[in-house]
């Protein structure tokens, strides 16, 4: 069975920092570039970061540029998303996602998601 378990979300003031992590299994997670998206209430999922299956290079939107930091353990099947200096506007529910192709187009699988509020 195919798992993405999210968690580390919660709430924070602004200014504050969470470090949310995506473990998976099921797959061949060294195989798949992983995501995070961002769904905001009322809106839509946004990639806002993503990592090559090798962990070498990253994406980030740049609403998030600077106080956000995605790496991965290829060894325990986990990517990380360390958010500093978080701001209001950052919350919502964040899901990871494994996506063969790389560019997070078409998500092979979805996790379950996150919730994290900041509030000022």
């Known amino acids: 069975e195919v798992q993405l378990q999210a968690s580390g979300g919660g709430l924070v003031p602004v200014g504050g920092s969470l470090r949310l992590s995506c473990a998976a299994s099921?797959?061949?997670?060294?195989?798949?570039?992983i995501g995070w998206h961002r769904q905001a209430p009322g809106g839509g999922r946004v990639v806002i970061s993503c990592?090559?299956?090798?962990?070498?290079?990253?994406y980030y939107a740049d609403s998030v540029e600077g106080r956000f930091t995605i790496s991965r353990d290829n060894a325990k099947n986990t990517v990380y998303l360390q958010m500093d200096s978080l701001k209001p506007e950052d919350t919502g529910v964040y899901y990871c996602?494994?996506?063969?192709?790389?560019?997070?187009?078409?998500?092979?699988?979805w996790g379950q998601g996150t919730q994290v509020t900041v509030s000022s």
């Open positions: 996602a494994a996506d063969l192709s790389a560019t997070m187009r078409s998500i092979d699988y």
């Open positions: 990592i090559v299956k090798s962990g070498e290079s990253a």
């Open positions: 099921g797959f061949a997670f060294g195989d798949y570039a």
